[in-house]
């Protein structure tokens, strides 16, 4: 396992180190555009832990995201920051415990719009404290700059990265790859379904918890309805798939595409970019199949021989 | 001694009855075939005690142990393997993989990686696959993916193995090819046998007894000859003689 992991870890790695220096080198929008590729490099990998190894599709990722964003606003001012994001992914793999074990029961499609509505579920619940209790969005005062979150961001990318890999090439990532192929099957030679899914839930539950409580820390700002928005949903599954996402380095190149297509359509063109973006989901599952890292992966092959 | 013992077995679907109250026994080491037309409940028969399919009343235990009521996966450690009769290969997965997850995951649960991709080795050479070893599961002929079919099972190392139709669709070669195997298997490995099989020569040729099922009900139990000369089995093959 190591011998497999070593490479691509050390490569992973060392790029993770050079990047430390970007806020020191570069001015702050450069920064910005780092943290928002981290982040989203974060979600994805954590993302493909459950849905790229078992092929349940999680549409709801976002879900995640809020209730990690929703505890650090809650606690903000009262915990340090150190302990606000450990907070807020623990609440996120509490919610996982949780929904993942009943949740993971259907497949397919069912799964898809499952995990969709108990996002928005839990979303219009939050609305409805938060209403109860008459607050109408919650600032957050003497959040640190975006050096820093940019720091977080690359130290949680990496967490995700390594986590992602070191499922890929495990034990357990193999018994997820073959319930991803034949549910049935696996549990007949002895993988226990049930369990090893909701594991794998829960482990891609905690760093999407950890980057909202990061999240709203950059905006400042707390709004149920924009730290829930499906849209976050979307472009996980999208930027997944657009990279190929049954192994780790898939997702980064969808993940570096979409963002630098996001920086270039913002400016200009913002309505645009999620048609675009809805566009080349739609071109890659029926063109590429295995992603962007599939077809390089073939061509590399194809050279080979 | 008795390592499966099936004791009035019923499994219905929506009133459809697939096995009314089945009953029989499987000794340690015995090879037993199974017979009957096409929904004579056999297939369900191997969901049951494999435990993909939960049965509604009766009992199974395998070696002095209930495990009608567990899932399939505990079943399995227990030491009880299932071969698919539509074959169902992991597809996206390596041949070797495919079959390194029997070991980990099987009555062995074995924690090393490496290990079990060495045991897995060990497995495809004695089943002829080792030159696919790399191949993706799905890109195997039909043949092939029978023996992949297998060789994944007794990866688990059970103590009983369910072989479902594993000559089926072969060529008249690759199905003796297939037979051979069985035996082999049968008398190197002390395995305990339990084949469902259409190609009645080979079924006659291979089974110590054979258990003949009709609509969900038992209706012979004999040496291959004794089931033969049965003129319950013969009025379900070759309909019944007039008066």
């Known amino acids: 396992m190591t011998r497999r992991l070593l490479p691509t870890a050390s490569v992973v790695t060392a790029a993770a180190l050079l990047a430390i220096a970007l806020p020191f080198l570069a001015n702050s929008y450069f920064v910005g555009v780092g943290f928002t590729l981290l982040v989203w490099l974060a979600l994805t990998e954590s993302w493909i832990v459950i849905s790229g190894m078992t092929g349940y599709i999680s549409l709801g990722h976002v879900v995640f995201v809020g209730i990690g964003a929703y505890m650090a606003a809650l606690t903000w001012l009262t915990l340090p920051i150190w302990a606000i994001l450990p907070l807020g992914g623990l609440a996120a793999a509490a919610l996982a415990m949780v929904v993942g074990y009943p949740c993971l029961r259907v497949r397919g499609p069912y799964f898809v719009i499952l995990t969709f509505g108990l996002s928005e579920l839990v979303k219009y619940v939050i609305v409805n404290i938060e209403s109860a209790l008459s607050v109408s969005g919650r600032v957050l005062f003497g959040a640190p700059g975006v050096e820093t979150l940019y720091l977080i961001a690359l130290a949680l990318a990496w967490v995700s990265f390594m986590l992602a890999l070191v499922v890929r090439e495990s034990r357990f990532g193999a018994a997820l790859r073959a319930i991803r192929d034949n549910e049935e099957a696996a549990e007949t030679i002895g993988i226990a379904i049930g369990t090893l899914k909701a594991a794998a839930f829960v482990l891609s539950s905690i760093v999407p918890g950890m980057v909202g409580a990061l999240l709203i820390m950059r905006s400042t700002y707390f709004d149920p309805l924009e730290a829930f928005s499906p849209q976050t949903s979307v472009l996980i599954v999208t930027m997944a798939v657009i990279g190929g996402s049954d192994r780790p380095l898939g997702p980064m190149l969808g993940v570096g595409f979409l963002v630098l297509l996001q920086e270039l359509l913002w400016a200009n063109l913002p309505q645009l970019y999620m048609i675009v973006v809805g566009a080349l989901l739609i071109f890659v599952v029926v063109w590429l199949p295995g992603g962007l890292y599939g077809r390089l992966q073939r061509m590399t092959t194809a050279a080979v021989r | ?243």
Do not use: W
């Open chain 2, 1 to 243: 001694m008795t390592l499966l013992s099936i004791d009035a077995v019923v499994k219905s679907f929506a009133g459809v009855v697939a096995l009314d109250h089945i009953s029989f026994e499987v000794g340690e080491g015995e090879l037993v075939g199974i017979m009957g037309a096409n929904g004579a409940g056999k297939t369900t028969l191997f969901s049951v005690i494999a435990g993909n399919l939960r049965a509604n009343d009766g009992a199974i235990t395998f070696d002095g142990r209930r495990i009608d009521g567990l899932r399939p996966d505990q079943i399995n450690r227990q030491g009880v393997a299932r071969t698919f009769q539509i074959v169902r290969p992991f597809g996206n997965m390596t041949v070797l993989e495919n079959v390194a997850l029997g070991v980990l995951y099987g009555r062995r649960r074995e924690r090393s990686m490496a290990a079990a991709e060495a045991k897995a080795g060990e497995i495809l050479e004695r089943l002829g696959l080792s030159d696919r070893a790399g191949v993706l599961a799905k890109h195997l002929t039909l043949a092939a993916r029978k023996r992949l079919e297998i060789a994944r099972s007794l990866a688990t190392e059970p103590r009983l193995l369910l072989m479902d139709e594993v000559l089926a669709g072969l060529t008249p070669s690759e199905a003796k090819a297939a037979t051979e195997l069985v035996r082999e298997f049968h008398a190197s490995e002390k395995l305990t046998i339990l084949m469902i099989e259409h190609v009645t020569r080979a079924l006659m040729a291979l089974s110590q007894r054979i258990i003949v099922l009709h609509h969900g009900q038992k209706i012979a139990e004999g040496t291959p000859s004794e089931v033969a000369r049965d003129p319950r089995t013969l009025s379900v093959y070759l309909g019944t003689a007039p008066q």
